[in-house]
């Protein structure tokens, strides 16, 4: 038994570390590559520093990767960037808001939901009700074909954190109709809370 479970571990450990392996291999690529001015390259090896896999988790030099991609047209990055703002660096939330409808056109069910969490996280944002603002930007991105979106007004019709005339189970079932297999109200919600979107 002792022979299996040992087996088992160094099997586990060998597909770990050639996942590392692979990662690394992956940002040392884009490493090398960015000298040719590439807006993709920035974004990932970006990607590479935030997430921390292939490198040491790295928040600034991320976010000046993700900068150099923006300057360069890179879309993508200022999705990353709107996010980060907005909900992650305390007093460039307004910046982030920039960004992030910057890209509505490219991206509309990734910007639209981003700013709805943000106006629904932050009701009173700089003093305004911003409660009509997180149900306009939900709205947008469930009409783009965003479940997540539709699970998010359920659950703030249902908190009374946005008040309409639609019920939290029309925007329920809205939902139910576009999530994949296996995906629910409380999972999109429990996600959007350990992630910091929406208050515990």
């Known amino acids: 038994m002792k022979n299996y479970l040992l ?6 450990t060998s597909l770990n570390l050639a996942a590392e392996s692979e990662d690394k291999s992956r940002c040392d690529f884009y490493e090398d590559t960015k000298k040719h001015g590439d807006p993709r390259t920035y974004l990932l090896l970006g990607d590479c520093y935030y997430i921390g896999k292939g490198r040491s988790k790295n928040v600034a030099k991320a976010e000046a990767l993700w ?18 703002y907005a909900f992650f660096k305390k007093g460039r939330e307004l910046e982030g808001l920039g960004y992030l409808s910057l890209v509505e ?9 981003l700013q709805g969490l943000f106006y629904l ?9 911003t409660n ?7 709205d947008k991105s469930f009409s783009a074909g965003s479940f997540i979106s539709a699970y998010t007004l359920s659950y703030a019709i249902s908190e009374g954190l946005i008040k309409v005339d639609e019920t939290a189970n ?11 297999s296996g995906v629910d109200l409380s999972l999109v919600i429990n996600e959007l809370k350990h992630g910091g979107f929406i208050d515990n």
């Open 7 to 12: 087996l088992a571990f160094l099997l586990l």
């Open 67 to 84: 900068l150099q991609a923006v300057a360069l047209g890179e879309k993508q990055a200022a999705l990353n960037l709107g996010s980060y």
């Open 105 to 113: 056109d490219k991206y509309p069910k990734d910007a639209n939901l």
């Open 121 to 129: 996280k932050y009701p009173n944002f700089r003093g305004f009700k």
């Open 132 to 138: 009509n603002l997180a149900y306009h930007f939900l």
């Open 170 to 180: 029309s925007w329920l079932a809205k939902g139910d109709l576009l999530s994949p």
